[in-house]
């Protein structure tokens, strides 16, 4: 188990490395290091390369590590609370949610260090939809899961549209527009900051809980039976993955499947204790939307490609692979 969660840490600093040494104007993994820990050694002659790792690069990949942890941490926390492996921010609208409201919050110029938590509010209520149209008498039905995520997904879409085109500004309008596609860049330590601070609590409140999810995972009478307040810790639950999922959106946009396939990848690595299942979703979404972003910003020359789609192409063929995987199942 060690050597494995070794080997994973290795190729999530790889991944970060990869992140700041790669791109226009290439640089050295050792400059890349003394410009982050010792920028005073740097020479006068690498004040170019110092303002590139330290202003544009490293931001920018450790907002990509934050929005890994927080969608993969969240798809784990919905996967578990749904105990079905197909439910997904993205999947289950949750994401579009959030979506809309930072959508306005964006038309309205609010102050960025609100946003996360105005994202949580939008996802909070999207969860709330889904999640009563999901249950049935014989529980959660996984259809409708699923088939209230599209919908929810489609109307969120309709009134984003309707926020950018009502909104009469084409410059915040473009910058609306932008955000939606999927990405981090331009992403500065203004936006880090906060984003590190909700995810962090998201994540550490996800630890807090995991041995209550343990017991959950063997069904909720049994769970009452071992003493679990049941309704409390699965409110927790999806106020935690919400308020991670929000905190991605306001960061990134709506970026798709990293809660779908890090959980997966974490699980037939590393098998189903609750913490390390934690710990090592968080490093593989890491570690996706890192190389992700990586792709994005370097496979096309001159241009950036939007980070939703890269993830799409993956995670999209990933979830048609779980569906045929699962038993049919009826409205």
Not at 67 to 78: D, F, K, W
Not at 191 to 203: D, K, N, R, V
Request: glycine residues 10%.
């Amino acid at each position: 188990m060690l050597l494995r969660i070794g080997l994973l840490l290795a190729v999530a600093f790889v991944s970060l490395m990869l992140n700041l040494c790669i791109g226009d104007i290439s640089v050295e993994p050792a400059a890349a290091l003394t410009a982050i820990f010792k920028p005073e050694d740097m020479p006068d002659t690498s004040a170019f390369q110092l303002e590139i790792i330290r202003q544009i690069r490293l931001p920018r990949v450790l907002i990509a590590m934050v929005v890994g942890t927080a969608l993969s941490v969240a798809g784990y926390l919905l996967q578990s609370l749904s105990r079905n492996h197909l439910a997904d921010p993205y999947l289950t609208g949750v994401s579009s949610g959030a979506g809309v409201v930072v959508a306005i919050a964006v038309a309205s110029n609010c102050s960025y260090e609100l946003v996360p938590l105005i994202a949580f509010s939008g996802g909070l209520v999207a969860a709330v939809i889904v999640g009563g149209l999901a249950r049935s008498s014989r529980g959660l039905s996984v259809t409708r899961l699923l088939l209230g995520g599209v919908g929810l997904s489609t109307i969120c879409s309709g009134i984003i549209t309707l926020v950018v085109t009502l909104g009469g500004d084409p410059v915040r309008a473009q910058s609306i527009y932008f955000w939606l596609a999927g990405g981090i860049s331009g992403r500065t330590w203004t936006e880090f900051w906060p984003a590190s601070g909700y995810s962090t609590a998201g994540l550490l409140a996800a630890f807090v809980l995991s041995k209550q999810i343990r017991l959950l995972s063997v069904g909720s009478e049994q769970a009452k039976g071992l003493g679990v307040n049941v309704d409390y810790v699965q409110w927790g639950i999806l106020f935690i993955a919400v308020l991670l999922t929000g905190t991605a959106v306001s960061v990134s946009g709506i970026v798709g499947f990293v809660g779908l396939v890090a959980p997966h990848i974490a699980r037939n690595v590393f098998g189903r204790d609750e913490r390390v299942h934690i710990f090592a979703s968080a490093v593989t979404g890491m570690i996706l939307v890192m190389l992700s972003d990586l792709l994005a910003r370097t496979l096309v020359e001159g241009q950036e490609l939007p980070l939703s789609t890269l993830l799409s192409l993956v995670g999209g063929p990933f979830f048609l692979f779980l569906i045929s995987r699962q038993k049919s199942e009826s409205l």
